[in-house]
Nanobody, 127 residues
Framework: VQLQASGGGLVQVGDSLRLSCAAS????????MGWFRQAPGKEREFVAA????????DYADSVKGRFTIASDNGKSTLYLQMNSLKPEDTAVYYC?????????????????????WGQGTQVTVSS
């Protein structure tokens, strides 16, 4: 499995940005795809996740209502639409993937549940 994240950049407070993650190496039905982020000096934290074949989504409280995770099965691409960006959203964003063995979405909020990672893309929100 290979994951290639892209779309990061430098934006202003309140701007929008869309991250993409191109996935390859297998079919991803019954997999969980997620976005995590890591700010300098902080631990990697959960942002959002989606069940690839079902489309059900899960979000961290800090991004609910502002971020939207989506998947395009035909293109094998994962997206993260980020609106109303804040300085505290500044981080390196990583996409991740793992087989969906469990039905509890909370299980997949931990980075340790994922065994495939992309290389990360920097998002900087300037005030």
């Amino acid at each position: 499995v290979q994951l290639q994240a892209s779309g990061g950049g430098l934006v202003q407070v309140g701007d929008s940005l869309r991250l993409s993650c191109a996935a390859s190496g297998r079919t991803f039905s019954n997999w969980i795809m997620g976005w995590f982020r890591q700010a300098p000096g902080k631990e990697r934290e959960f942002v959002a996740a989606i069940r690839w074949s079902v489309g059900s989504q899960d979000y961290a409280d800090s991004v609910k209502g502002r971020f939207t995770i989506a998947s395009d099965n035909g293109k094998s691409t994962l997206y993260l639409q980020m609106n109303s960006l804040k300085p505290e959203d500044t981080a390196v964003y990583y996409c991740a993937a793992t087989p969906a063995y469990y039905s509890d979405s909370y299980y997949y909020q931990s980075s340790t549940r994922y065994n495939h990672w992309g290389q990360g893309t920097q998002v900087t929100v300037s005030s």
